[in-house]
């Protein structure tokens, strides 16, 4: 078990509903990373945060999706008025620039089926 | 931005025979290639990594090569089993800033 532990594991919800998600990171690991992965697809990269600060948000990122890391521990992920294209695996990630260097370790993921 | 090519997208071979999934990436800055293996459902899980400072590395029946000048690297698996069957991922990052996957690979073994 890598550790990185995400929830709820599964969410449906109707359009133009609101869904969070919450991801807990490996204890100590600085660098948290959000994914969202489609079926047959790779994960693409939405953002990504060192401590509290958000770094880097993908264009993929619209307004309707708001990620936060407010105690620079746990981070949630919230898509508001979610869409059918919002239907996805969401993906938490997180890495230490320590011990490990650079090796990325993910959640089992968060899936979201918007009906 | 990072752009990584991975190929093939199925690869079906029988047990016992290598598997070799290739990728390429854009950005000559990246540093840091691992390969992640996902099983349906699952997590995807870091089978093995390279950085840009060697040029091959082997962990028992798997094994990574990394030629920066022509931007690629590959995966190598030997000796396959049924088990190894599954979607592979590669994927390129900078100082693991954020990592860019390719499309991945289906690999079936058949026993």
């Known amino acids: 078990d890598t550790g990185v532990s995400q929830n709820p594991r599964h969410k449906i919800t109707k359009r133009g509903q609101n869904v969070t998600f919450r991801c807990d990171p490996i204890s100590e690991h600085n660098r948290l990373y959000w994914y969202r992965q489609t079926l047959g697809q790779g994960p693409e990269f939405l953002t990504y945060?060192?401590?509290?600060?958000?770094?880097?948000k993908s264009r993929l990122l619209s307004d309707r999706f708001s990620a936060e890391r407010p105690k620079g521990s746990f981070s949630t992920l919230e898509i508001q008025r979610t869409e059918q294209g919002d239907s996805a695996m969401y993906l938490c990630?997180?890495?230490?620039?320590?011990?490990?260097?650079?090796?990325?370790?993910f959640g089992e993921g968060s899936w979201l089926t918007v009906v | 931005g990072e752009n990584v090519e991975q190929h093939p997208s199925t690869l079906s071979v029988q047990e016992g025979d290598s598997a070799v999934i290739k990728c390429t990436y854009s950005?000559?800055?990246?540093?840091?290639f691992p390969w992640y293996k996902q099983e349906l459902g699952k997590r995807p899980q870091l089978i093995i990594d390279i950085r840009s400072n060697v040029g091959e590395k082997k962990d028992q029946r798997i094994a990574v090569t990394l030629n920066k000048t022509a931007k690629h690297f590959s995966l190598h698996i030997t000796e396959t089993q049924p088990e190894d069957s599954a979607v592979y991922f590669c994927?390129?990052?900078?100082?693991?800033?954020?990592?860019?996957f390719g499309t991945g690979t289906r690999l079936q073994v058949f026993p």
């Open positions: 945060f060192q401590n509290e600060a958000q770094l880097e």
């Open positions: 990630a997180s890495s230490s620039r320590g011990g490990d260097g650079n090796t990325i370790y």
């Open positions: 994927a390129a990052s900078k100082n693991t800033d954020k990592l860019i």
């Open positions: 950005d000559s800055a990246s540093n840091y």
